[in-house]
């Protein structure tokens, strides 16, 4: 067989909008997610059950349920139960949101466990409140141990964007499926997609490694 | 005057009585060193007087004030803001130090008055390299904990301890945690403050500096006082058997 990038190269623009889609919703879902996901994850470490039983439900729901299935059902299932319509980037970035919150908040909480019970009471022994001393002294050392795991979780997000064609959602799978079906080539369309992927994700691989070195310094 | 009152205070964990009712009176400057085998209760005792740990049952009073108030059970009923007072005025120096790693040691110093008290940064810092520069530790201000020997560590956190101007001073077991040669540096500052005349209680297996340092001497088994009075009385002429056994097994090798 002959490889014919020419018909890919002459859709750069498609793959560009494409590409523009992708990182609009990564952004999206790496704020949303690891936000909510350290809410979720403090959550599941309050001692009070009125906050730790639902943030426990919200994990083990998200964990358990595919994020392919819950993009189609909050884009298909929950209009009909709601009065307005849904767009794809709405539906999917909650599906993709939704499942690294509940992902995250497991990194977060066990990041938080891992801290000795010593630096609490070093902090409560100064009379700082609980949220002082999660703040200013825990948060800081459990999330350096915590960003080898965080930066998987953003890698993971990045991917999982692809599953935002299911709904149409104009990203690069999305705009590669659709060069394919013009000009018959998906082995070049697709091969081109991966590259692009693996030319974002590289350098954000590479940025992790750089920030755990950084964050090593006090050692 | 008395500036801490304990009265029936009373500690389980679990199925285990830890602490079986002690009373206890500290007047201002007095420097008490408290003894006692392992599993005596000495430091849950130390713990719950700045309510690291939440005392089972009996009352503790600062100033006179009993603090907490009553609920269905023995045990009192303790707002969160009345126990962040009461730590500001009763500091303490942990066995394993407890500095946070990832501030320097001028940081560490710093936190409690930046993030407890709200002091500007300015002040604080002065205030900070004042009390480090107490310690012998002034040209460490820069340091991470970790390129710090032991000693070093704990002097720092005596540093931090000092910074928030406690009315008492609680130390749990200061120097257990260093290797031998560092012991000398820690007792040394220890010292220091005792002589300026600071209320302190001490748990501490230093048998030679409780009996230069403290003023009085309380020997803790199974969760009670079994014995107290100067040093003079409870190390060179205790009157209880076990007492003497205590003594006797930590002086085995001395010479």
Known sequence: ?219 | MTILKVTGLTKRFGATDVLRGIDLEVARGERIAILGASGSGKSTLLRCLNFMERPGGGTIALDGEILGREGRTAERIYRESELIQVRQRVGMVFQQFNLFPHMTAIGNVMEGLRTVRGMPKPEAEARAAKELARVGLAEKADTYPAHLSGGQKQRVAIARALAMDPEMLLFDEPTSALDPELVGEVLAVILALAEEGRTMLLVTHELGFAYHVATRIIFLADGAIHEQGTPDEVLKNPKKERTRAFLASHKQFSF
């Open chain 1, 1 to 219: 067989m002959r490889w014919d990038f020419a018909s890919v190269f002459d859709n750069t623009d498609a793959l560009l909008v494409g590409a523009a889609g992708t990182l609009r919703i990564f952004a999206i879902c790496l704020v949303l997610g690891l936000s909510l996901g350290l809410l979720v994850g403090l959550g599941r470490y309050s001692r009070n059950r009125w906050i730790h039983i639902p943030a426990t439900v919200f994990v083990e729901f998200f964990r358990n349920t595919p994020v392919l299935v819950q993009i189609l059902w909050f884009y298909f299932a929950l209009p009909i139960l709601l009065p307005f319509q849904i767009s794809p980037l709405v539906a999917a970035s909650l599906g993709i949101s939704l499942n690294s919150a509940a992902f995250s908040a497991e990194i977060y909480r066990g990041g938080i466990q891992s801290i000795e019970t010593g630096q609490w009471d070093g902090a409560r022994a100064l009379g700082m409140r609980w949220g002082q001393a999660m703040r200013r002294i825990i948060l800081p050392q459990a999330l350096k141990r915590m960003l080898p795991a965080l930066t998987n979780r953003a890698i993971e997000i990045f991917k999982m964007s692809t599953l935002a064609s299911a709904v149409a959602y104009v990203e690069l799978l999305q705009q590669g499926k659709l060069i394919a079906s013009l000009n018959y080539n998906p082995i070049e369309a697709y091969t081109a997609v991966a590259v692009i992927f693996f030319v974002f994700l590289w350098p954000l691989v590479q940025f992790s490694y750089f920030l755990e070195r950084r964050l090593r310094r006090d050692e």
